[in-house]
Nanobody, 119 residues
């Protein structure tokens, strides 16, 4: 059974930091593109960051560039999102996702972890 399980969400004050983690199981994700998305209340799910299979060439949404860092550890089948200088507008449920090379869609999704940033 393929699973992506996020953890690390919570309540933090504006300007604070959180580190989200995503543990993958059920198949080998080391050759997949991994990404983080988020869905704020009343808004559509949006892309946050992605990272290639080798860990190079991370790519970020403009809204988080310079504040969020995506990384992965293929030996542990995990991907992380370090978030600093958090803002109230970062409040959302954060989802981990995996996309196989050669495919356009992210086929695997976690259940999400909530992040709330208070002002």
């Amino acid at each position: 059974q393929v699973q992506l399980v996020e953890s690390g969400g919570g309540l933090v004050q504006a300007g604070g930091s959180l580190r989200l983690s995503c543990a993958a199981s059920g198949r080998t994700f080391s050759s997949d593109h991994m990404a983080w998305f988020r869905e704020a209340p009343g808004k559509e799910r949006e892309f946050v960051a992605r990272i290639g299979w080798s860990g190079v060439s991370p790519y970020y949404a403009d809204s988080v560039k310079g504040r969020f860092t995506i990384s992965r550890d293929n030996t542990k089948n995990t991907v992380s999102l370090q978030m600093i200088s958090l803002r109230p507008e970062d409040t959302a449920v954060y989802y981990c996702a995996a996309r196989q090379i050669g495919f356009l869609k992210y086929a695997y999704w976690g259940q999400g972890t909530p992040v709330t940033v208070s002002s």
